[in-house]
């Protein structure tokens, strides 16, 4: 079983059209690690909803600390964009890849470090303010 | 030398569907993780929504991930169903947060 021969009649069913309407089948081992490579995306934003549930959980000890929630709000919502993130980011490599182009950039790894960055700030600014107060 | 899955040593089908199923087992566990969190705050109907989401979603993704195939259709479905259900922890998330600073704001 070729890859030329196993492509060919599935390629009028396989959606989305915008990525297998274009281009020729690629060796199946890329196809494979670009979806691993969405998944680790997905668990890099659930990573994200996770640390501000915690958050949520944490800040609710006590009287309650509406700053902590404002950070656990912001963190689930960069998990969401993270999510949407994975999938668009699929759409475009595998678009490259059977077009034979060069990879695109992870247009999301700037802002996901940013969000991270920005994360770790406000919680060490929550704690300088606490052990100050 | 043979290209594709043929002449492949790195067990790549394999590979991809372990992380499949870690994807499915972290994103059921940060939702039943959410409706603990949501119960302990005091929220029983999102806490019964992010449960009911962990429960549809595992079942979901597991059945589709039987017909699974390095060239099968059914690879974008349960790719955007697992982002979907990503997406509603992350806002069933961020409505937990904003039900707790309105619990804060009006004790």
Same mark, same amino acid.
């Not at chain 2, 993780?33 to 949501?38: D, E, K, W």
């Given at each position: 079983?070729?890859?030329? #021969?196993? $492509?060919?009649?599935?390629?009028?069913?396989?959606?989305?059209? #915008?990525?297998? $309407?274009? $281009?020729?089948e690629p060796d199946v081992r890329f196809s494979l690690a670009?979806?691993?490579?969405?998944?680790a995306w997905l668990r890099t934003g659930l990573a994200l909803v996770a640390g501000g549930v915690a958050l949520t959980t944490l800040a609710s000890f006590g009287a309650g600390n509406a700053f902590l929630d404002v950070v656990a709000g912001l963190a689930c919502i960069a998990g969401g964009v993270l999510a949407f993130a994975a999938l668009s980011g699929w759409q475009r490599r595998e678009r490259a890849l059977r077009l034979g182009e060069p990879l695109p950039a992870p247009r999301i790894l700037p802002a996901l470090v940013i969000a991270v960055g920005l994360f770790a700030l406000l919680m060490v600014g929550y704690v300088i303010v606490q052990l100050v107060t | 030398m043979t290209t594709g899955i043929d002449g492949d040593p790195g067990a790549q089908p394999?590979?991809?569907?372990?992380?499949?199923?870690?994807?499915?087992?972290?994103?059921?566990?940060?939702?039943?993780?959410?409706?603990?969190?949501?119960?302990?705050?005091?929220?029983?109907?999102?806490?019964?929504?992010?449960?009911?989401?962990?429960?549809?979603?595992?079942?979901g993704a597991l059945r589709r991930l039987r017909y699974w195939q390095p060239t099968a259709s059914s690879r974008w479905?349960?790719?955007?169903?697992v982002t979907v259900a990503v997406m509603v922890l992350s806002v069933i998330g961020a409505a937990l947060a904003v039900a707790n600073i309105l619990d804060t704001l009006n004790p």
């Open positions: 079983m070729t890859d030329a #021969s196993a $492509g060919q009649p599935e390629q009028d069913r396989r959606r989305p059209r #915008s990525v297998y $309407g274009v $281009g020729t670009n979806e691993r490579t969405a998944l | 394999q590979r991809t569907m372990l992380s499949w199923h870690r994807t499915v087992l972290a994103v059921t566990m940060g939702a039943l993780v959410a409706s603990m969190t949501a119960q302990r705050l005091g929220h029983p109907v999102l806490s019964g929504l992010a449960a009911l989401a962990a429960i549809a979603g595992l079942g479905s349960v790719l955007v169903q």
